[in-house]
């Protein structure tokens, strides 16, 4: 029996989408994984992959809901329409649940306006994910829809490490803490390390570094996340694809006075301009890579900078969970980048941590968890594949059939 659900990740300008089969082994890719790009441009592209089938459509896409229906009919020509498929529940991602959303909901119209009332604290993201909302359930009138957010895991942060040092009263009246973000990867892929270790969830510590264009740590006790690097908004702390990560807050006042930048250039630069890319002028890892191979420097520096902010996280998750048990690491430069696995855990045997450089090395193309530190380190290491569909699909389903 199939147990068909969708997930939408609807963005600003593209829609990612996928249909999952909860019953199949969740190893396998999605029964069907959909891109709606370039949305509002002259150009649009649309495209349809399942295990024996890609489809493509380049007219271009007036909107998101235009985008959406599209898709939707792409997938009836190939059999694998909502309808054809019975989907049993639709998840779709939420950027931003401030504080208000602990956990995944059952959406209604008062959930939406919720959504809504959050935009001043995600104005890119949640826009896109309400027409994202409107849109699926406008097609698919008759499934539940279900909200999962990718703040609510880090709802329970403790005071100490959610509030900023900044003024209580102005950061209470705009709603100024760390909240957060990747909260679902986090949970998911730490969730799954009990079962690889084979102890209780209560016993655990653990760090987890969730490495891809964006990025960010989680220190994680007993399951409950008791400190993360990303704040209010995930431009907050590790170096990322495109963005600074933690950075002076006087280098804003220094480029509006001193450099004459409007606040929306100071918010570009740090959040497309920055990072990697304006380290280095690439933020792929590959890339990166490649220009380190040619002798470039100023890839080779942007390489240790990143390396560098990830150890200094490593050590503080460290000392605040007090004892650790695993470190894990997911996402795409996680998963596949053997070099910064191998270069943000170097030379801490002292602290228990010891890499297998041959486990590490050697797990091209191995799919699923795996081990990469050596017998003797007291400290785990790990490799663990996200899965933030998976785990939305899964959500949507349980909330679905309540
Ligand atoms: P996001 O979901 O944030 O866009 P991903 O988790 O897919 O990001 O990670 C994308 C990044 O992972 C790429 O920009 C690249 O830096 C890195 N990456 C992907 N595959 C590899 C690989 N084989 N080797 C090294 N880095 C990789």
Not at 238 to 262: C, N, Q, S
Not at 374 to 397: F, M, Y
């Amino acid at each position: 029996m199939t147990n068909y659900v969708l997930v939408l990740n609807s963005g600003s300008s593209s829609i990612k989408f996928q249909v999952l089969d909860l019953n199949a082994d969740p190893q396998d890719p999605p029964f069907l994984s959909g891109l709606v790009e370039q949305i509002g441009e002259n150009r649009g592209h649309i495209k349809l992959v399942t295990e024996d089938q890609t489809i493509e459509d380049r007219r271009s896409i007036l909107s998101h809901s235009v985008g959406l229906e599209r898709a939707f009919g792409m997938m009836s020509l190939l059999g694998a329409g909502p309808q054809d498929l019975d989907i049993s529940a639709v998840g779709h991602r939420v950027v931003h649940g401030g504080s208000k959303f602990s956990e995944p909901v059952v959406i209604t119209d008062e959930i939406v306006d919720d959504i809504r009332s959050l935009i001043p604290l995600a104005p890119l993201h949640n826009p896109a994910n309400i027409d994202g909302i409107e849109n699926a359930r406008t097609l698919l009138p008759d499934v539940k829809h279900v909200a999962v957010f990718d703040t609510a895991f880090f709802h329970s942060l403790p005071e100490a490490a959610s509030r900023y040092g900044l003024n209580r009263e102005v950061a209470d009246q705009y709603h100024i803490r760390r909240y957060g973000f990747h909260g679902t990867s986090h949970q998911y892929v730490s969730g799954l390390v009990p079962g690889i270790l084979g102890k209780d969830a209560d016993d655990i510590n653990q760090i987890t570094l969730h490495l891809g264009n964006g990025a960010s740590m989680a220190a994680i006790r007993g399951g409950s996340p008791v400190d993360t690097t990303m704040g209010l908004t995930p431009l907050e702390g590790l170096v990322m694809g495109t963005r600074t990560g933690d950075i002076d807050a006087g280098i804003i006042f220094h480029l509006y006075r001193e450099g004459k930048m409007t606040i929306d250039e100071i918010d570009t630069l740090f959040n497309k301009r920055s990072g990697l890319k304006g380290l280095a002028g690439a933020n792929d890892f590959r890339l990166l890579q490649e220009l380190i191979n040619e002798g470039d420097q100023n890839a080779q520096d942007a390489y240790d900078i990143y390396v560098h902010r990830v150890r200094r996280y490593v050590g503080a998750f460290m000392l605040q969970l007090g004892r650790l048990d695993a470190v894990v690491f997911t996402a795409g430069v996680g998963e596949n980048h053997v070099g910064i696995r191998r270069d943000t855990m170097a030379e801490l045997e002292n602290f228990g941590i010891s890499i297998d450089e041959s486990r590490n090395n050697n797990d091209e193309g191995v799919e699923g968890p795996r081990v990469i530190s050596s017998d003797d380190s007291t400290v785990k290491v790990l490799v663990v594949p996200t899965n933030e569909e998976l785990a939305i699909a899964r959500a949507a389903k349980e909330l679905s059939e309540m």
